[in-house]
């Protein structure tokens, strides 16, 4: 790992030295070509970081399930690999997979996530020779490709934590102290991964849902871990202790990004709505939503307004807004939402 720093930080060093010198040598028709390369060199950065994690995952016997890269995605599915292409455009890189056992459990983890900065740094710098061997036509898209790279590797490295989340490298020194806090990073990054798969709430892996620590030890995941344990709770027909759950979660959420927050505010609004029948306490929910697009998925927040809708007796809104809803694209780990939205259509 920390050789893969040292040979990111060599690429990026002589790719701003490159970048530094261009306004010098670089032609006036030669900056579009730059300026358009940008997303693409973006996506193949992620996609290299991304890939990194699988190929590690898959020398500790980690199964695929899910790979996302820019507007790219691939799910396993039992017939083979599902591609899909977003329409929107996108910068955000993950990827899911999932041990066939949990022997050695924190070790292994520890390859899967370290092998995506090792795979962007040494990337970037191998990529340098390729660079002095191109016209001066191609090398700004490389050397931006090296510098993109470079950047991805250096600060996934670094440990750091940011509104709850925590880099490739702060997971890493948390899975090396060990201890009850290991165990529960451990737990939440593979039944987020199960869900990601498609995997029901009620089909969570017991022995994840035991290794989860008790909220009030856990402020960076605490609200995760409510939602996944209300969750499981809720749709495996623990009805009051679900709900007990989704009652905690307004002082847990303080540690969320925005659009986290969101996606839990619209969950939080279908299930006062669909068992508490609660339309009221449901909208107060739905309103701390922004209507930014970009935050939630259309179908999700369409979801949540006709399980209101519902509760609030106009059944022909309800089943009219499900029904359009049902018409728009679905992602592949959205069982539930679809079930869901079948079940208020009829």
Not at 159 to 175: A, E, F, V
Not at 244 to 257: E, G, K
């Amino acid at each position: 790992m920390l050789a893969s720093a040292a040979f990111g930080w060599l690429a990026m060093s002589r790719a701003t030295t490159y970048f530094k010198e261009i306004p010098d040598n670089i032609a006036a028709w030669e900056v579009p070509i730059l300026l358009t390369s940008l997303v693409p060199v973006i996506w193949i950065a992620i996609l290299i970081h991304e890939l990194g994690h699988l190929a590690g995952a898959r020398a500790v016997g980690f199964r695929f399930l899910f790979l996302e890269a820019g507007p790219v995605s691939v799910h396993r599915m039992e017939g083979g690999l599902k591609f899909t292409w977003a329409k929107k455009l996108g910068f955000m890189g993950r990827v899911a997979c999932y041990p066939a056992d949990f022997d050695n459990i924190n070790s292994r983890m520890i390859w899967y996530i370290a092998a995506g900065p090792v795979a962007s740094l040494p990337f970037a710098l191998l990529f340098w020779p390729v660079f002095l061997q191109l016209p001066a036509l191609f090398q700004p898209p490389v050397a931006l490709e090296i510098l993109v790279s470079a950047l991805i590797g250096v600060f996934a490295a670094l440990p750091s934590r940011n509104r709850g989340q925590s880099s490739d490298g702060g997971k890493i020194r948390t899975l090396l102290q060990g201890g009850a806090a290991a165990e529960h990073m451990t737990a939440v990054i593979l039944l987020t991964s199960q869900l990601m798969a498609g995997t029901r709430c009620r089909d969570l892996s017991p022995d994840l849902l035991a290794r989860l620590s008790p909220v009030e030890e856990v402020d960076p995941y605490s609200a995760v871990t409510l939602m996944l344990r209300y969750g499981h709770a809720l749709d495996s027909g623990d009805i009051p202790t679900g709900l007990a759950l989704l009652d905690q979660l307004p002082r847990n959420l303080d540690c969320l990004s925005a659009r986290q927050q969101a996606c839990i505010y619209l969950d939080a609004a279908l299930q006062e709505a669909r068992h508490r029948n609660d339309a009221a306490q449901a909208r107060a929910w739905l309103a701390k939503v922004p209507a930014k697009p970009s935050f939630v998925r259309e179908r999700s927040r369409m979801l949540s307004e006709a399980a209101i809708l519902r509760a609030e007796g106009n059944v022909e809104g309800s089943r009219s807004l499900a029904s359009r809803a049902l018409e728009l694209e679905s992602p592949v780990y959205a069982i539930n939402e679809t079930e869901l939205l079948k079940e208020l259509a009829t």
